[in-house]
């Protein structure tokens, strides 16, 4: 099996770890189906709520769950660039990946795929996607971050999307405007800060002489739980996503040592 990166890039696994199970088509699948199963009951839930009757406490509590959902979206995504999601059927895997990313926020995945490409080939350094480039700062980072996976024609992809369905949603069921925004906007734009803040500043920033990765963790019940809770595995086990990307986000917590 092949870990595929991008549609210009095909790469090879270097290592392996004798304690780590392989992908498999049936755990990714049941994954899939049950993360994008979620955020689409919870959107069509969330969107039936009359929100002047709801206490503040469950709002969020809903705008936390759709945001993690969310973000479990673009995660399956990125397995599936990585040809880690459904490993034995590269089109049912890259079908919803596709699928995955555009549910996320319309973007295109073939140039998602490239850019993690770029990313795996230049980590922290010129030609990195993903990194900072000449301002470090976690603010012009994160901007830099959007841009990156949010060009003008993908934006523009973007606006019209949601202004069709939201027009549709509004017109035709009557759906209220704030709740597209608290339930469907708001947890986009959380989750690209979710996905930024654990998944990429926090392991790649430059700290303790280490230009490329946050110092690892030590493994523990709570860590592991965190992990878990905080992006998907992508925050704490970063460098084993980096050393062994053809193992899936629900085996990486396996291979830390």
Not at 161 to 185: A, E, K, M, T
Not at 196 to 212: I, S
Not at 229 to 239: D, I
């Amino acid at each position: 099996m092949q870990t595929f990166i991008s549609p210009h890039k095909t790469i090879s696994p270097q290592k392996t770890f004798e304690n780590v199970s392989k992908p498999d088509d049936q755990t990714g699948s049941i994954i899939a189906v049950l993360i994008i199963s979620l955020w689409i009951v919870s959107l069509v839930g969330s969107l039936t709520i009359f929100i002047p009757n709801s206490s503040w406490f469950w709002l969020i509590c809903i705008v936390l769950v759709r945001t993690y959902l969310h973000t479990g979206l673009f995660i399956l995504a990125h397995d599936a660039m990585h040809g880690n999601l459904i490993p034995y059927n590269t089109n049912l895997n890259h079908l919803i990946g596709r699928f995955a990313v555009g549910a996320y926020a319309f973007l295109h995945y073939d140039h998602c795929r490239a850019n993690h490409g770029d990313h795996h080939c230049h980590t922290s350094q010129s030609g990195d996607p993903d990194f900072h480039g000449r301002i470090a700062h976690p603010v012009f980072w994160y901007c830099k971050f959007i841009r990156e996976y949010f060009p003008w024609r993908s934006l523009v992809t973007f606006l019209l999307n949601v202004s069709l369905i939201f027009w549709g949603l509004i017109f035709l069921f009557h759906v209220p405007f704030s709740n597209l925004i608290l339930f469907w906007l708001l947890p986009l734009v959380l989750s690209s800060l979710q996905l930024f803040f654990f998944g990429t500043y926090l392991p790649h920033r430059q700290v303790c002489g280490n230009t490329n990765f946050l110092p690892r963790i030590q493994r523990d019940r709570y860590s592991t739980i965190w992990s878990f809770l905080s992006c998907y595995n992508f925050g704490h086990y970063h460098w084993e996503h980096h050393e062994y990307p053809e193992t899936p986000w629900y085996q990486l917590h396996n291979i830390h040592k």
